[in-house]
């Protein structure tokens, strides 16, 4: 990438767009990356192997808790149902609602959070691709498969073609959730958006997947800040080319 390049793209990051360009830009680049993220599967096995090292590491960190967050759950009638049915739609749903209201009402804060889920959307597709992990449901856990059981069976059919079930480590459920709860605490005016940001839901994933999502929002916000910071503007002081000569005595005296 060329200078010219580079401060092209860091000069369209740092500030808001139109509605409609920002969102051709963000739906496309989304779609290429669940593109990327739903033909590119790894291999099965891998992504086995990487579970089970997963689960040895949590169960040697005391962290292995993820089957009896479950089945406190399910003995909540209902509970599980709905959590299939945020876990499915909230995720993509809310965050462009939540771009959405930052573009119209938080013009000024809009454009670090776009570009923090851009970057975060990259980051995490680097994770995908160099370690294909299964999730819970299919690691052999005792973690049943909720999500799958209800309308939609992410198993099968065209989701299945699309969607890539090992693409588990950073989970973006909870980066992008993190995103989108800060935003609502930071920008959010009214005390019920405050308590929304607060109470966001996250996604079924191993603790360690929800560290390493934390990680990649965070790493994100990072990069994204300096590049959508404004520029500081400098007060220019025009220095004369020449020394002005001294008034003459008729000067004076006019």
């Given at each position: 990438?060329?200078?010219?390049?580079?401060?092209?793209?860091?000069?369209?990051?740092?500030?808001?767009?139109?509605?409609?360009?920002?969102?051709?830009?963000?739906?496309?680049?989304?779609?290429?990356y669940e593109l990327a993220r739903g033909l590119v599967v790894g291999d099965a096995g891998e992504a086995d192997r990487h579970a089970r090292r997963l689960v040895a590491l949590e169960r040697s960190l005391?962290?292995?808790?993820e089957a009896n967050v479950q089945h406190a759950a399910r003995a909540?009638?209902?509970?599980?149902?709905?959590?299939?049915?945020?876990y499915?739609?909230?995720?993509l749903a809310v965050t462009a609602g939540v771009l959405l209201w930052l573009h119209?009402?938080?013009?000024?804060?809009?454009a670090f959070v776009r570009t923090t889920l851009l970057l975060a959307s990259g980051l995490s597709l680097v994770g995908f691709l160099a370690y294909p992990t299964a999730p819970p449901r299919l690691a052999g856990i005792g973690i049943v498969d909720t999500v799958s059981k209800g309308t939609v069976d992410l198993n099968r059919g065209l989701v299945s073609s699309l969607y890539n079930p090992y693409a588990a480590v950073p989970s973006m459920h909870i980066g992008y959730g993190l995103i989108v709860a800060a935003s609502l605490l930071r920008y959010g005016g009214h005390r019920l958006l405050r308590a929304l940001g607060a109470l966001y839901p996250t996604g079924n994933h191993f603790f360690?997947?929800?560290?390493?999502?934390?990680l990649v929002a965070g790493m994100a916000a990072t990069v994204a800040a300096p590049l959508t910071r404004p520029a500081a503007?400098?007060?220019?002081?025009?220095?004369?080319?020449?020394r002005e000569a001294p008034p003459s005595f008729e000067e004076l005296a006019a």
């Open positions: 990438m060329t200078v010219r390049t580079a401060g092209r793209l860091r000069g369209w990051l740092s500030v808001r767009h139109s509605l409609r360009s920002e969102v051709v830009v963000v739906l496309a680049l989304y779609g290429l005391h962290l292995l808790f909540m009638p209902g509970l599980t149902s709905l959590l299939g049915v945020a499915l739609t909230l995720h119209q009402r938080r013009p000024a804060a809009f360690l997947d929800a560290a390493a999502g934390a503007t400098t007060r220019l002081t025009v220095l004369p080319t020449e």
